[in-house]
């Protein structure tokens, strides 16, 4: 037997108990050995089949085979109804996000469980879900928000207009109808509305308003929004959104006459003096105001 | 109930064939692209492609197929990393317990070279030979899996068992 033969047929668990016995003294053999056992330390690492499964069921849908048609079946379907109607019932009622709202003239602070400070601007609100925070960190959005995100920490801010992507960084984002800006503060931050995703890093602002997209780098040179030190600021907005800024800082309503409305206002206005903050927008567009009580100002328009 | 069997699409059956086949595949692909190509990945990606043809393939020949697919480099997975297979020292076979600091000096540069020849074999050399000599499968049972002859995979394991013996000098 050549000794080829011998190896290939060891290697193979071929040799008979005395070929073996015989084979295991031979120099041949104890070469290998040393060499055969150090291979065994490669082994691969165990795989978990179960776990393998139910991730493999997890991420591959699988389809329902069709029944035979029974009459058993439409019970069952009326109490599967009624069963899911009853679990939707307590997920609404039990259910364990958090909602801060805030109203008009108010601003609100929030820390998320990952001890996020998420700045909360007048008439506005986040919605999110303590209990499943380790498995899905989404904050549903609406209004106007400065987030300070402790660095590391990743999760999603959704709102109606569009989504920004967080990573451990500070940014404001407003949403409001038809108008969607991420503004960078610190760090990186991905924002995407319903055309386009952008990065944006420290200094960089992503807008979206009436439809139309725009990324600006460099956009500012703040450390953080004004709003946080009282001081609502505007750059190339309609004048409407001003208004409606105004309504929601001050809680009053405003009325308008023959004022253009669509003209694009850059400035700003306190939110701590009315007749000042009234002055600053007014002024500029050539526009006079009344005040007739606590709760409504007309503006109007100075005719040529 | 036997016609069962005879269906892959069967949730059931699915799961069995899952069961039986998903650690031998696991092996033969970690053996052949090492470690950093995700080979679990590459396992679920085979079977998520069995259950796409669940129809067409009888279970006795989902293994072939699995192994067909994983052999074919059928597979999105491979993002071609560098083959790495690390070794684990505690696994080793008994050796030696007296251990002076020279003696696991030597061995580590062992296990180094060691680890250097097996990464360099050709694909086809290296998993005949692990699979033979690690997970103690037979020859016929290589051949099955790689889709070739049972003499390709002596000649395999043994080329490769050769070269290895000359890269490390025969300790």
């Known amino acids: 037997m050549s000794e080829e033969g011998n190896i290939m047929k060891w290697l193979n668990g071929d040799l008979s108990p005395e ?3 015989e084979f295991l003294k031979s120099s041949e053999y104890q070469s290998l050995k040393s060499l055969s056992d150090r291979v065994i330390s490669f082994k691969a690492p165990k795989y978990e089949v179960e776990e393998e ?8 849908s699988r389809k329902q085979e069709a029944r035979k048609i029974n009459w058993y079946v439409p019970i069952f379907r009326i109490a599967a109804a009624v069963t899911l109607i009853a679990m939707v019932y307590f997920t609404f009622f039990k259910s364990t996000g958090v909602e801060i709202v805030t109203n008009a003239g108010e601003t609100a602070e929030v820390y998320l469980p990952d001890s996020s400070i998420v700045i909360l601007n007048a008439v506005s609100s986040i919605k999110y879900d303590p209990e499943k925070w380790t498995k899905a960190r989404k ?5 106007e928000a400065y987030f300070k995100v402790r660095s590391g920490s990743k999760f999603d801010v959704l709102s109606d207009d569009g989504t920004v992507n967080v990573l451990g960084t500070q940014f404001n984002v407003i949403s409001r109808p038809n108008y969607f800006e991420v503004i960078c503060y610190e760090g990186k931050v991905a924002a995407s509305s319903d055309s ?3 990065t944006l890093f420290a200094s960089d602002a992503f807008r979206s308003i009436n439809g139309e997209a725009n990324f600006i780098s460099g956009w500012h040179n703040d450390k953080t929004p004004s709003w946080l030190n009282n001081i609502i600021s505007f750059e190339s907005v309609q004048f409407q959104y001003v208004i409606d800024e105004f309504e929601r800082q001050y809680d009053i ?6 004022v253009q409305t669509q003209k694009l206002f850059t400035g700003s206005f306190r939110n ?3 007749e000042l903050a009234l002055r600053s927008i007014c002024i500029p567009l050539k526009i006079e105001f009344e005040i007739i009580d606590k709760r409504t100002v007309i503006l109007k328009g100075v005719d040529k | 109930m036997n016609r069962d069997l005879e269906d892959s699409c069967d949730e059931k059956v699915f799961d069995y064939l899952f069961r039986i086949h998903a650690t031998d595949l696991f092996n033969f692909l970690y053996y052949k692209y090492g470690e950093m190509n995700n080979p679990a990945d590459m396992v679920q990606e085979a079977f998520a492609k069995l259950w796409k043809k669940c129809k067409d393939v009888h279970p006795n020949k989902a293994r072939s197929f699995l192994f067909t697919v994983a052999n074919n480099q059928l597979l999105n997975e491979i993002s071609k990393k560098k083959t790495a297979l690390k070794y684990r020292s505690e696994l080793k076979g008994k050796e030696s317990t007296l251990e002076t600091p020279q003696y696991a000096m030597e061995e580590k ?3 180094d070279k060691l680890q250097n020849a097996i ?5 086809g050399q290296r998993v005949a030979f692990l699979l033979n000599r690690i997970e103690g499968k037979k020859h016929q049972e290589i051949a099955d899996m790689l889709n070739i002859s049972r003499k390709a995979v002596e000649k395999r394991i043994y080329t490769a068992l050769a070269k290895l013996r000359e890269k490390l000098g025969d300790i």
């Open chain 2, 109 to 111: 540069e062992y296990m």
């Open chain 2, 119 to 123: 990464e360099e074999l050709p694909e």
């Open chain 1, 139 to 143: 904050v549903e959005l609406e209004g």
């Open chain 1, 196 to 198: 386009d995703t952008h």
């Open chain 1, 253 to 258: 309503d405003v009325q308008v006459q023959s």
């Open chain 1, 53 to 60: 499964l139910n991730r493999f069921k997890d991420s591959y």
């Open chain 1, 19 to 21: 070929e073996e016995k």
């Open chain 1, 272 to 274: 701590d003096n009315m």
